[in-house]
């Protein structure tokens, strides 16, 4: 077998991704009409810019998938006109490899809802070491900072965690995952 | 529905796309390391002079896709206005705390996200997708199977924003219930993305297949239908971005608006 991704995974993935790069430009302005609230609420919906990775690696279980997935998801955004320009482009990079670290360090053979969970955590640690740099967040007055970091974590872990662990769950179901998904132990042992 | 998106093709359009791209991406750089306002405000008019002359396309629509700039600059300023650290104190009301600093700081990451948009919003208006990958397929080497892939998930958008109208009738004829709260945003986004998600791995599946029959490859030596070069238009783009920058910083140091000079806490 070839090393690394054939076209068919990379297609699908990219498809994927600039669907999620749809929902990505859109929750822009969502996410503006919550953040005027103030007091950090909108940092609850963050987690949705963590999803694409995920639920991409859910589907195709192959190494790089995460990464590439929310960099096309990104660059959709970007060529979409999206509010923050080439800044979701650094997002999306760091999110992406945050999370493809996760799944490398479980070798890629973790798919439960646990693993996702923990990638959608790495992904906001990641936008969190970006925005040190990008949004001057260390100047923010440290319990408005600490809401912000929990309220990020806990909208990665409901959204680009479980919210994706289910949505790929219900997915299967339709039968659409077997086209794409590397054949497991399991399949082999059906055969015999 | 048909919309009409014509526009005059302008110098802008006629840049490079790789280059453009690297442009930003080292304007973006340079960005995060100005700390000044009052750079920052004259760098932000040199964007706008770009974005409201030079794209080609009608007034009437420069003005309607800057209305979520007002947006981008109240997500990235108010919180940092509110709630940043600062010696002095303007207004203290409950837990708000507007300090002259935080101000500064608020307005400084607000005028920064602005020229964020701006130039996002500049390269989506003046580059056509097809073009970009094949000028990073030229250029930067990028692997033709990721770029054609990219292509082909950008033809696909339009049937994609169709499904999805035809989702939400489907929907709503039959009568489905909106829930509140995260259980309702959790059943409104399985509704939408299962049958979006289903169709497009399906699709996206055939096609790879269809490529693959007609012998797609990845072969380094290919022959392409569009040939990107440069030309005196990625001179004028960069001259453009060196004056504009070295005029913004020459006036930002001899006519200040504000005595400010780094925003960030230095307590």
């Known amino acids: ?192 | 529905m048909q919309m009409d998106f014509s526009y005059k093709v302008t110098w802008l359009h006629k840049i490079n796309p790789s280059l453009k791209f690297i442009i930003i991406i080292i304007l973006f750089i340079h960005l995060l390391m100005i700390h000044n306002i009052n750079f920052i405000i004259n760098y932000m008019l040199g964007m706008t002079i770009l974005y409201l002359f030079f794209t080609g396309h009608p007034w009437k629509r420069l003005l309607i896709i800057s209305i979520p700039f007002i947006l981008i600059f109240l997500t990235s300023s108010t919180s940092m206005i509110f709630f940043g650290k600062g010696e002095i104190t303007w207004i203290k009301w409950g837990l708000v705390h507007i300090t002259e600093e935080s101000f500064f700081r608020g307005l400084h990451l607000g005028f920064r996200g602005i020229i964020f948009a701006t130039l996002g919003i500049i390269f989506a208006l003046t580059t056509r997708p097809v073009y970009l990958f094949y000028s990073l397929m030229q250029q930067l080497k990028l692997k033709p199977k990721y770029a054609y892939s990219f292509m082909a998930a950008v033809r696909l958008i339009p049937i994609m924003i169709e499904e999805t109208q035809t989702l939400h009738y489907a929907l709503k004829v039959r009568g489905v219930q909106n829930h509140k709260g995260f259980v309702g945003f959790y059943k409104k986004l399985k509704s939408y993305s299962i049958p979006m998600l289903s169709q497009s791995i399906r699709k996206a599946y055939r096609i790879a297949i269809a490529m693959e029959a007609k012998r797609f490859s990845d072969t380094v030596n290919r022959t392409y239908y569009y040939q990107l070069g440069f030309s005196k238009f990625d001179m004028i783009f960069m001259f453009y971005f060196v004056i504009m920058i070295l005029v913004s910083y020459y006036a930002a140091i001899n006519h200040p608006y504000f005595s400010i000079l780094d925003v960030r806490d230095n307590g």
């Open chain 1, 1 to 192: 077998m070839k090393k690394g991704l054939k076209l068919t995974d990379i297609l699908v993935t990219i498809i994927i991704a600039l669907l999620f790069g749809i929902i990505y430009k859109l929750w822009g302005p969502l996410y503006g009409v919550v953040s005027t609230f103030g007091l950090q609420i909108e940092q609850l919906i963050y987690g949705m810019w963590f999803i694409a990775a995920i639920v991409a690696y859910l589907i195709i279980r192959k190494p790089g998938v995460a990464l590439l997935a929310e960099v096309a998801a990104a660059q959709g955004e970007f060529i979409f006109g999206g509010e923050w320009g080439v800044v979701t482009l650094v997002f999306g990079l760091g999110q992406g490899l945050a999370a493809e670290l996760i799944f490398a360090a479980f070798r890629y053979k973790r798919s439960d809802m646990f693993i996702a969970c923990l990638a959608g955590v790495a992904s906001a640690f990641a936008s969190i070491g970006i925005d040190y740099y990008y949004g001057y967040v260390a100047d923010l007055a440290i319990w408005n900072l600490l809401i912000m970091f929990g309220a990020r974590v806990i909208g990665a872990i409901l959204i680009s965690g479980i919210f994706a662990y289910l949505i790929v769950q219900a997915l299967e179901k339709t039968g659409v995952t077997n086209l794409v998904r590397p054949a497991s132990s399991e399949d082999y042992k059906a055969l015999n």
